[in-house]
T-cell receptor, first 115, second 114 residues
Framework: ETGVTQSPTHLIKTRGQQVTLRCSSQ?????VSWYQQALGQGPQFIFQ???????GRGNFPPRFSGLQFPNYSSELNVNALELDDSALYLCASSGGQGATRSGYTFGSGTRLTVV | GDSVTQMEGPVTLSEEACLTINCTYTATGYPSLFWYVQYPGEGLQLLLK?????DKGSNKGFEATYRKETTSFHLEKGSVQVSDSAVYFC?????????????FGSGTRLQVQP
């Protein structure tokens, strides 16, 4: 079975720009969650998508938005980038017929640097 | 809200030493508890989990027991190897179905020296 794939692996953006990060979920999983991991910190929950709708959100402003597609892949969009948005963004898939006892499968992340 | 507190690192050990990384949690419900490991430049890998009180999760020589009375889930290994060097995260979820968000601790870096 394929795991969770994220793209790109690294990205450099300028403050004020917009960015889109992509995630392909593990085969059989129907739920996608996004996390932000600042340097030296634990991941923080951004939001979760189930059946193409937002199914939960952490303490992040509206300029963080997302989409889930019929094939369960997902995008994370961040508008008006700020320096503090520099972090590793992790995608995790779960649920559905492909669900495992672990519940969540994480991708390797996208390292975003805002300058 | 839910929170996870784990001991600060780095923890530096010699190969074959015993490891304990403390983790305590605060939760409104009856959470599932997890330990994840992150190797340099990689995402998170599930190390072990426990879903109810007194359950013991184990994997690759690591163990942790769900202690409801002390709200703890300490990670232990009897003999560490250089390859265990990584960052370890304690986490909880209010459900085990993968439909609830994970709340993570801040991570503990383990360095094992030959």
């Amino acid at each position: 079975e394929t795991g969770v794939t994220q793209s790109p692996t690294h990205l450099i953006k300028t403050r004020g720009q917009q960015v889109t990060l992509r995630c392909s979920s593990q085969s059989g999983h129907n739920t996608v969650s996004w996390y932000q991991q600042a340097l030296g910190q634990g991941p923080q929950f951004i939001f979760q998508y189930y059946r193409e709708e937002e199914n939960g959100r952490g303490n992040f402003p509206p300029r963080f938005s997302g989409l889930q597609f019929p094939n369960y892949s997902s995008e994370l969009n961040v508008n008006a980038l700020e320096l503090d948005d520099s972090a590793l963004y992790l995608c995790a898939s779960s649920g559905g017929q492909g669900a495992t006892r672990s519940g969540y499968t994480f991708g390797s992340g996208t390292r975003l640097t805002v300058v | 809200g839910d929170s996870v507190t784990q001991m600060e690192g780095p923890v530096t050990l010699s190969e074959e030493a015993c490891l304990t990384i403390n983790c305590t949690y605060t939760a409104t419900g009856y959470p599932s508890l997890f330990w994840y490991v992150q190797y340099p430049g990689e995402g998170l890998q599930l190390l072990l989990k426990a879903t109810k009180a007194d359950d013991k999760g184990s994997n690759k020589g690591f163990e942790a027991t769900y202690r409801k009375e002390t709200t703890s889930f300490h990670l232990e290994k009897g003999s560490v190897q250089v390859s265990d060097s990584a960052v370890y995260f304690c986490a909880l979820s209010e459900g085990d179905t993968g439909r609830r968000a994970l709340t993570f601790g801040s991570g503990t870096r383990l360095q094992v020296q030959p």
